[in-house]
């Protein structure tokens, strides 16, 4: 079975300062992996995702994970914190390989402080 | 162009009553998803419908019938409405095993 548990319900950094959003994950097959960004009263947005390859994977708005296996986490970071990234951010494990239901992280809340 | 779109946004109504919501995708994908975001904002998959074939979350009450009409529409129908049941529903689709697009949600609230 799938899961993720992401530290950190809620998070605060200044504009300016660096963004970690922690996502550890658990998958009896090799994970598919996405990051998804909600903003108040509104859908999710696919941030970044990593399927193969490269484990350092760059998403939009300037936001990048690395998929760690050793670690079994994928966790989300950003350089410097803008006010816009202020919103709710979902890290997500694919289903078992052929099954494409997601399994979503219980999300964290990022503020960011002026 | 919106790529999943759902209607209603909102929808207010009283225990017991049965209710609908639609959603659409001109996406050309061959999945469509259901899922449930409760007050804490967490997630849970309903079910996936990928051609004609219907997979169930087993948790979720027999209460919920996802019905399609074609490819583009995957709608959610509930009976018997319950408090519950108050949460937002997002539909989603996919091509593939990797990215899913989701709509806007629908807020039901439950009286």
């Known amino acids: 079975a799938q899961s993720v548990t992401q530290l950190g319900s809620h998070v605060s950094v200044s504009e300016g300062a660096l963004v970690l959003l922690r996502c550890n994950y658990s998958?009896?097959?090799?994970?598919?992996l996405f990051w998804y960004v909600q903003y108040p009263n509104q859908g999710l947005q696919l941030l970044l995702k990593?399927?193969?390859?490269?484990?350092l994977v760059k998403g939009i708005n300037g936001f990048e994970a690395e998929f760690k296996k050793s670690e079994t986490s994928f966790h989300l970071t950003k350089p410097s914190a803008h006010m816009s990234d202020a919103a709710e951010y979902f890290c997500?494990?694919?289903?078992?390989?052929?099954?494409?239901?997601?399994?979503f992280g219980t999300g964290t809340r990022l503020t960011v402080i002026p | 162009d919106t790529a999943v779109s759902q209607t209603p946004k909102y929808l207010v109504t009283q225990m017991g009553n049965d209710k609908s919501i639609k959603c659409e995708q001109n996406?050309?994908?061959?999945?469509m998803y259901w899922y449930k975001q409760d007050s804490k904002k967490f997630l849970k998959i309903m079910f996936s419908?990928?051609?004609?074939?219907?997979?169930i979350n087993e948790t979720v009450p027999n209460r919920f019938s996802p019905k399609s009409p074609d490819k583009a529409h995957l709608n959610l129908h509930i009976n018997s409405l319950e408090l519950g049941d108050s949460a937002v529903y997002f539909c989603?689709?996919?091509?593939?095993?990797?990215?899913?697009?989701f709509g806007p949600g629908t807020r039901l609230t439950v009286l």
């Open positions: 998958s009896s097959v090799p994970p598919y």
């Open positions: 989603a689709s996919s091509q593939d095993y990797y990215t899913q697009y």
């Open positions: 419908y990928n051609n004609k074939e219907l997979i």
């Open positions: 990593y399927t193969t390859g490269a484990t």
């Open positions: 997500a494990v694919s289903g078992e390989t052929g099954a494409n239901n997601l399994f």
């Open positions: 996406l050309g994908h061959d999945t």
